[in-house]
């Protein structure tokens, strides 16, 4: 069983509502996600900041483009020495395979399905099967192409830690610590998470809109111990 780590979204407004966090977290041994909304607004400064508090740095902006530009992209976050950055595995083999070749580069985190899908939802996009065939489609896919961590919901966590063994990466956003009435639609408690195998679990509003985050995260932090 892997040891599972906690990493907190810094889904923060701007630089200086993320800093504010930090402080606050500041001495528990997490990890930081920089995602696409504080990335639009402040840039590699958001990544900057993380660093400056100490970890690993998962930058998510789930890329999707044309093979060049992913692998553009993922030799420039190389550059701000981010530990993973996440791309969507249904950008292909060929776009995979793009970013996997970069000699070095970021850890490749792939996303399967998102966390807020649920069966309706999936399949009114299109997609033929259901969200499990799915995820076992774009995970084979990405991991014949080089990727080194599967994003899937904790639900999924245990059968994709079962196919692919120790050597790749279980990453689940999708944390709830009660019942969620949000857009997470397969959530899970951390205690679930870390029992399914994630190596990663992902977490933001539960801890960012908590009265006290530094407790609310060092309870989740013991729980997944
Ligand atoms: O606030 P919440 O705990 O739902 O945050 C989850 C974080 O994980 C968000 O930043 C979201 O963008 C990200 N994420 C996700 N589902 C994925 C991949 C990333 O929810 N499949």
């Known amino acids: 069983m892997p040891k ?3 990493m ?4 923060a407004p701007d630089l200086k509502t993320a800093r504010a966090l930090l402080e606050k977290l500041k001495g528990l041994p997490v990890f930081y996600k920089v995602g696409s909304s504080l990335f639009t ?9 993380a660093h400056e508090y100490g970890g690993k740095v998962f930058l998510d902006l789930k890329l999707h483009d044309i093979p060049n530009t992913v692998k553009n992209a993922v030799e420039n976050a190389a550059k701000l020495g981010v530990y993973s950055i996440s791309l969507h595995l249904s950008g292909g083999a060929e776009m995979v395979r793009a970013a996997a070749g970069i000699k070095k580069r970021p850890e490749l985190w792939g996303i399967t399905v998102l966390t807020s899908f649920d069966a309706g939802s999936f399949a009114r996009v299109g997609f033929k099967g259901s969200i499990n065939e799915t995820i076992f489609n774009l ?11 599967i994003v899937c919901s904790p639900r999924e966590a245990a059968a994709v830690r079962k196919r692919f063994g120790p050597g790749i990466k279980v990453i689940t ?12 639609k397969r959530a899970m408690t951390p205690k679930e998470a870390a029992r399914a195998g994630a190596d990663f679990i992902v977490v ?3 801890v960012l809109t908590a ?9 989740i932090l013991k729980e997944i111990e």
């Open 4 to 6: 599972t780590r906690l």
């Open 8 to 11: 907190i979204a810094l889904d």
């Open 41 to 49: 607004l402040e840039g590699p400064a958001a990544v900057d900041l």
């Open 139 to 149: 995970a084979d896919l990405g991991v014949k192409s080089g990727i080194d961590g």
């Open 173 to 184: 956003p999708g944390i709830r610590l009660g019942q969620a009435c949000d857009d997470q």
């Open 204 to 206: 933001g509003r539960p």
């Open 211 to 219: 009265r006290d985050p530094a407790r609310t995260a060092a309870a």
